[in-house]
T-cell receptor
Framework: KQEVTQIPAALSVPEGENLVLNCSFT??????LQWFRQDPGKGLTSLLL?????REQTSGRLNASLDKSSGRSTLYIAASQPGDSATYLC?????????FGKGTRLHILP | AAGVIQSPRHLIKEKRETATLKCYPI?????VYWYQQGPGQDPQFLIS???????DKGSIPDRFSAQQFSDYHSELNMSSLELGDSALYFC?????????????FGSGTRLTVV
């Protein structure tokens, strides 16, 4: 059974710092991996999608990497801003069903 | 760009009542997924449909049923509501062969059972 773990569960950093969020999964036979952002009580916004054959994807200040063989992905956020405060969810896709991690609650201190 | 539309945004029901949640996928998306997210929890897969047929089933209670219609919109019907059904319900859609294209989620329906 696929399990997705995100570390840390919560993170507070001063504005302007670069940070890394970690995601690990137990079954490396995945189609792709998606990172989502969720603001409190709101929907899920897709940030980056990495196919199983890819190593990384970039969008603005965000960079996500994927090491499928070791079951790991990281989301790198450069020059963090207070508006980045949210919960970040990692989700792996296999058998046309996505399994979410429990998320990292990120708080950027002004 | 068009997104996944869910209605209603908020719903308050009493115990033992029935609720119907609606999801309108992005045009040309033929696969719809339903997820339930309890307070402080990660989203849990309920059920999915591909080309109007149920394609997969997760931890969906027998009190819940869903279907996808000819226009590809989907409805989640929830009967005999319990307090524990209070949650955010998300719908997502994907293109044919959705595995490779990722998923787009709607803004969710917040159901409160009192």
């Amino acid at each position: 059974k696929q399990e997705v773990t995100q570390i840390p569960a919560a993170l507070s950093v001063p504005e302007g710092e670069n940070l890394v969020l970690n995601c690990s999964f137990t079954d490396s036979a995945i189609y792709n991996l998606q990172w989502f952002r969720q603001d409190p009580g709101k929907g899920l916004t897709s940030l980056l999608l990495i196919q199983s054959s890819q190593r990384e994807q970039t969008s603005g200040r965000l960079n996500a990497s994927l090491d499928k063989s070791s079951g790991r992905s990281t989301l790198y956020i450069a020059a963090s801003q207070p508006g980045d405060s949210a919960t970040y969810l990692c989700a792996v896709n296999r058998d046309d069903k996505i399994i979410f991690g429990k998320g990292t609650r990120l708080h950027i201190l002004p | 760009a068009a997104g996944v539309i869910q209605s209603p945004r908020h719903l308050i029901k009493e115990k033992r009542e029935t609720a119907t949640l609606k999801c309108y996928p992005i045009p040309r998306h033929d696969t719809v997924y339903w997820y339930q997210q309890g307070p402080g929890q990660d989203p849990q897969f309920l059920i999915s449909f591909y080309e109007k047929m149920q394609s997969d089933k997760g931890s969906i209670p027998d009190r819940f049923s869903a279907q996808q219609f000819s226009d590809y919109h989907s409805e989640l019907n929830m009967s005999s509501l319990e307090l524990g059904d209070s949650a955010l319900y998300f719908c997502a859609s994907s293109l044919p062969g959705g595995a490779g294209y990722g998923y787009t989620f709607g803004s969710g329906t917040r159901l409160t059972v009192v």
